[in-house]
Nanobody, 118 residues
């Protein structure tokens, strides 16, 4: 069982930056596929970015060049650096973990609110 705890959300003006953190329990964090999702009011949850255990990354088009996912395996933590924030980035952001060999994310954090004012 993996527990994920997000932090770092808040209110920021458009053009500003935030860094989200997700601390994970478990001794095999380095083998997990980690991802960040977000859900805006009235919208479906969408994948923002993910990172494999080997460090390869994926970003949804709307955040490319602005967001960066990274991980520190020594700290069992994954980060999402968000720059040049836009009002449309406003959402609850969720951290997710996927075990090796699995096709879907199995573990989810409780979410952290990000609000970008115009």
């Amino acid at each position: 069982q993996v527990q994920l705890v997000e932090s770092g959300g808040g209110l920021v003006q458009a053009g500003g930056s935030l860094r989200l953190s997700c601390a994970a329990s478990g001794r095999t964090f380095s083998s997990y596929y980690m991802g960040w999702y977000r859900q805006a009011p009235g919208k479906q949850r969408e994948l923002v970015a993910h990172m494999s255990s080997g460090g390869s990354t994926y970003y949804t088009d709307s955040v490319k060049g602005r967001f960066a996912i990274s991980r520190d395996n020594a700290k069992n933590t994954v980060y999402l650096q968000m720059n040049s924030l836009k009002p449309e980035d406003t959402a609850v952001y969720y951290c997710a973990a996927r075990e090796p060999g699995r096709m879907s994310f199995d573990y989810w954090g409780q979410g952290t609110q990000v609000t970008v004012s115009s």
